[in-house]
């Protein structure tokens, strides 16, 4: 790879830096309509293992996949106030097809609880009916109005939105912890990225939500990103569009029902988490190659070299590519593999093939050894492992460094101003107060923790509970 | 089930049934929004299984996968004459966001040629970049006038379309091919779903493309149903988007592309081809679930059946479903397990266990038989594999019986009118009499065979090739 080809930033210009490594690295690109992404083959592999990985949770705890139009009736998204209120500026609306106006305004889906709950109310008669427990993968659309972010903000995104349904209160509360458990684990064993989890203030709640729960990661910039949110409604929307059964009892109850959702923003925090002057650097469990094998050769030596690679590809128990491409040296491949984050590149030259060896090279750390042959299949299986871990380890660190305790606005300010990150302070419980810090600094409150640890507020004094404030993306 | 739950059409009342089987399977519901489909959990696991058997088709040879936005410029589109012209009056138009009137009238994709060529004119530079071989799973949008028919005619479906890049005519076209075979097989030896081939006419080819070829098969009730097309589309688009590269020899070049799809039409075509009075059969390749098992107990024998039937179904190496429901008769769960066409029902009951014998009940020929738990994973097995086979067989036959040779117009109007199905006739290759069959007898060309066999045309009696004529969905 040409000078000019590799990352030209340094990392700690994070925003500069970010959408040059997407770029160059093949991830996705700007669409030719403002806002809009395309994902290009190596980003969408990413979403394939994500969603490989998310599919098997789900059919481990009983979820079924489904799907529900993409266009909804505007007259729905007005029968729950608040879902409205918080969507209509984010609308699309299709106003008119090929043979003229359409005699009802549809809107592309900024999420779909209200065209899935229209359907429900058609499926949901007996307590037999429930639970309910579907999840769909779609893209939903958003017209934003601030600057474009490759994965992180655009008017369309890939997403899996989870809709249930359940007779009981307590059951939804639990599917939504369940699923915020599962999403816990895609986050930190999966994408290596360690994230601090609880429920939204009212303020930051989900337009229609009763309750919101979130899991938060930190960025390298101090800045909090969103991961994935499982939310409790409550009977807002059941009562809405009348979702309701007759229960063993033959009483009529509205139902109570949960959604969930995380998107391609989990790829945004990847890149952004684990990335370092050079590129990506993707964790193992999402890599859509997690070794790629350079054959090291010259015309006479081609031949046997590539025929070896590729033996030993096959005996691998891992997702493999050779690069057996013409016309770039081995030199530029190792360059381009690095830039694009595959865990661990594979050497195999001549002189290498006669000590029956291959040279393994860590993308994380540099790192060189080399491996006899016949060894191999245990070294990679044991090296990528220690990649993941390694991986999570370092962004724990990180995500510990980021944390600060603070105990007087003051503190928060100049906490916020030098450092960013999380700043772990007391808060009353009260808007005002949360409205201050906002308003003051930008911050708001990312996450309060589930188990309440008692602290005065860091605005007024008075009692309260610790929460995390934080900017965010 | 109780009787009103199941199928109460015949199936020679094909389109009824059809709907009503559709219905009460499961596999779809209709959305508030007409014209639009919910696909329900049972339908759109059948849409897994194809999505993983064409997807590992894929992978074998080649392609990778990638998402495109779903919003295209109305410029973009008007772009490829003949392309805008057969698009436009299915168009769905996005004129407004929730701040106000777009600056710029965005089409919510028909189909993605224009949106996707846009940007790999950006990304072609040199033949180094050649081929590109992108697959993207979607869901496109037209405004059908018609009536709704779920699967085979709706505003949105789901489908997978493949964009492809070559650097000669003659790669396009081997590709076009390649992937038609792929499509033979997903039909054929998949879907268990018989088909003929063959190109298009221009009057029936895709809007913007130089030769299309397609699979078509024949429905029960006589008409032909489009399963998948390929498309060689020339340099047509790679001129107006201007696709160039520079070859070895450092020549600008336009580039060559192919284009082409299956859809969720394709479990349409499943659920006429192989259903009968009692509802669905699905072919055991794409069934979300092969077997069921059907516990037949008593509250004394309850947990010792269930504990059994659990075990069992862990022992198989099939995708199986323990029906454990409380408050339904065994009675009444294979009667609804027969509805959704499960290839294969296990029932277990004391008696069973006692003897240590499992019975089998094919839902295709209904023949029981008892079976000892020891050999059961191998008997599953292979009465799976027998049940594939003898759907297909079954499937060929009525194929067969439904093609008909006709030597004289009179001759093939009679037999539209009596039987329908596939007209094989010779045509002298010209639009004046593939017109004249299609305005006096609402039948088109489906598929001129890709071997020309000669046989003088059945209108004017000039010399001609063999074509299929039919009327179709």
């Known amino acids: 790879m040409a000078e000019q080809e590799g990352i030209t930033c340094k990392k700690a210009d994070l925003s500069e830096w970010y959408n040059e490594a997407v770029l160059k690295a093949g991830l996705a690109d700007f669409s030719a309509v403002k806002g809009f992404m395309f994902i290009r083959p190596y980003g969408y592999g990413i979403w394939e293992q994500i969603q490989a990985v998310f599919n098997a949770m789900l059919f481990r705890t009983g979820h079924v996949n489904a799907y529900a139009p993409a266009l909804i009736p505007e007259r729905f998204l007005r029968k729950e106030k608040e879902h409205v209120e918080g969507f209509a500026p984010e609308m699309f609306l299709v106003t008119e097809s090929g043979s003229g106006k359409l005699d009802e305004r549809l809107v592309l889906r900024p999420t779909s609880e209200t065209v899935i709950y229209d359907a429900y109310a058609k499926w949901v008669r007996s307590w037999r009916d429930l639970p309910i427990l579907y999840n769909y993968w779609n893209s939903v659309f958003r017209a934003e109005i601030k600057s474009t972010k490759l994965f992180l903000r655009t008017c369309e995104f890939l997403w899996q939105e989870g809709h249930t349904v359940h007779a009981t209160e307590d059951e ?30 009212e303020r930051e709640k989900f337009a229609g939500a009763a309750t919101s729960t979130c899991i938060e990661a930190m960025m390298p910039d101090g800045r909090a990103l969103q991961m994935g949110t499982s939310h409790h409604l409550g009977q807002n929307f059941s009562k809405a569009f009348d979702i309701a059964f007759l229960d063993q009892n033959q009483q009529r109850q509205f139902a109570w029902q949960a959604s969930w959702g995380v998107s391609t923003r989990l790829i945004g925090a990847v890149v952004m988490t684990h990335g370092d002057d050079r590129g990506l650097i993707l964790p193992p469990a999402v890599a859509p190659y997690q070794a790629v094998i350079v054959p090291i050769f010259k015309d006479d030596t081609k031949a046997v070299v590539l025929k070896e690679a590729r033996r030993l590809a096959e005996t691998l128990a891992v997702r493999v590519h050779v690069d057996d491409r013409d016309g770039y040296s ?144």
């Not at 699923?179 to 989890?197: D, F, T």
């Not at 991986?391 to 916020?416: C, G, I, N, P």
């Not at 930008?442 to 640890?453: H, L, M, N, Q, Y």
């Open 172 to 201: 939804a509360m639990r599917e939504v912890l369940a699923v915020l458990e599962l999403y816990r684990q895609l986050a930190e064993e999966v994408l290596a990225v360690p994230v601090v989890l609880g429920r939204k203030t």
């Open 330 to 473: 081995p030199g530029w491949k190792f360059n381009e593999w690095e830039m694009k984050g595959v865990p661990l590149r594979i050497e195999v030259g001549p002189k290498d093939l006669e000590k029956r060896q291959a040279v393994l090279v860590r993308r994380d750390t540099g790192a060189k050894s080399a491996v006899p042959l016949a060894t191999l299949h245990a070294a990679v299986a044991e090296i990528l492992e220690d990649i993941q871990h390694a991986l999570l380890k370092r962004a724990k660190k990180l995500l510990a460094d980021q944390t600060h305790h603070v105990q007087s606005f003051k503190d928060l300010e100049k906490t916020l101003e030098e450092k960013r990150g999380f700043l772990v302070a007391g808060w009353c419980q009260s808007r005002t107060c949360e409205d201050h810090v906002k308003d003051k600094t930008g911050a708001d409150i990312r996450v309060v923790p589930f188990e309440p640890i008692s602290q005065d507020c860091v605005i007024c004094g008075k009692p309260g509970i610790q929460v995390y404030f934080a900017k965010a993306y």
